[in-house]
């Protein structure tokens, strides 16, 4: 089966910056996609940034300029540099990515996979 862990989520002031970092784990052949969403409670989760197995990246508007997204197909690692924080930016962050990967003997397929999610809070 496949694992994503997700680690950096805090507390961090206005202004501040923070750095996500998620690895995926398990047989993985290809990522295809990985990138990161937010959710706050009450609301749908919402997409912040994804960056492909080729390095091409998209990001929602609301982080253009201010968060970075770089991934490392060979290593299934993705990470999220976010500078100047908002108090708009708390939310719970979770780690996406779309991969083949091994299931189980002789079951490879291409699933979207997400991580257990992590807490960003920006406030003085």
């Known amino acids: 089966q496949v694992q994503l862990v997700e680690s950096g989520g805090g507390l961090v002031q206005p202004g501040g910056s923070l750095k996500l970092s998620c690895a995926a784990s398990?047989?993985?052949?290809?990522?295809?996609?990985m990138g990161w969403y937010r959710q706050v409670p009450g609301k749908q989760r919402e997409f912040v940034a994804q960056a492909t197995g080729s390095g091409t990246t998209n990001y929602d508007d609301s982080v253009k300029g201010r968060f970075t997204i770089s991934i490392d197909s060979a290593k299934k690692t993705v990470d999220l540099q976010m500078n100047a924080l908002q108090p708009a930016d708390t939310a719970v962050y979770f780690c996406?990515?779309?991969?083949?990967?091994?299931?189980?003997?002789?079951?490879?397929?291409?699933?979207?996979?997400w991580g257990q999610g992590t807490q960003v809070t920006v406030s003085s």
């Open positions: 398990g047989i993985i052949f290809r990522v295809d996609h």
């Open positions: 996406n990515a779309q991969l083949e990967a091994s299931l189980g003997s002789h079951d490879i397929r291409v699933s979207e996979w």
